[in-house]
């Protein structure tokens, strides 16, 4: 199946500052997501990202799907953007299961 | 307001007992899933389901059961056969044709006591 790794594992940065997070897959992908899950466990979905580029707010995805990698940035980081970012991926051809990363943890201080 | 129902969010279990987590949605999805979430990992893909009255399992199926008998409802057993139950289990399901595509409910944290 597809590997997923993320980096790095963990990441703390001071209030204001601006992160990048990277999501590397060993195969070609139908689909790639962006999730925060927050302090209480639950995911939310920040990027729905095969391909190109997305922006939400503070918050931009690219995907390069030839390279196998996507990237999130983060600017001006908030202490509401701690928690764990996954980025999870679904392979080609037929149902493929969606394979998750173990994640980027990010410790936003004031 | 749309959105996947998971409950009980706290559950407390002695050894040897059976439990059923809910997980509701009123998406209109298709497809419907259940992952195991353990500290510092990774999601687990344990069953899904991509229309009613059928399932199929995932990676780690082992101790776990399913029913979907509607749409909307996907719950899921952890029965006395799951030797580490103690986990954060997590429902999502996905729009037709968007099927990378998941949104989660809240999930549901087990503890055997």
Sequence with gaps: ?110 | DGGITQSPKYLFRKEGQNVTLSCEQNLNHDAMYWYRQDPGQGLRLIYYSQIVNDFQKGDIAEGYSVSREKKESFPLTVTSAQKNPTAFYLCASNPRGRAGELFFGEGSRLTVL
Aim: one cysteine or more; aromatic letters at 12%; hydrophobic letters at 35%.
């Design chain 1, 1 to 110: 199946g597809i590997q997923v790794e993320q980096s790095p594992p963990d990441l703390i940065l001071q209030e204001g500052a601006n992160s990048t997070l990277r999501c590397n897959f060993s195969d070609s992908v139908n689909n790639l997501q962006w999730f925060h899950q927050n302090p209480w466990g639950q995911l939310i979905n920040l990027f729905y990202i095969p391909s190109g580029t997305k922006q939400n707010g503070r918050l931009s995805a690219t995907t390069v799907a030839t390279e196998r990698y996507s990237l999130l940035y983060i600017s001006s980081s908030q202490t509401t953007d701690s928690g764990v970012y996954f980025c999870a991926v679904e392979g080609w051809g037929g149902y493929q299961k969606v394979t998750f990363g173990i994640g980027t943890k990010l410790q936003v201080i004031p």
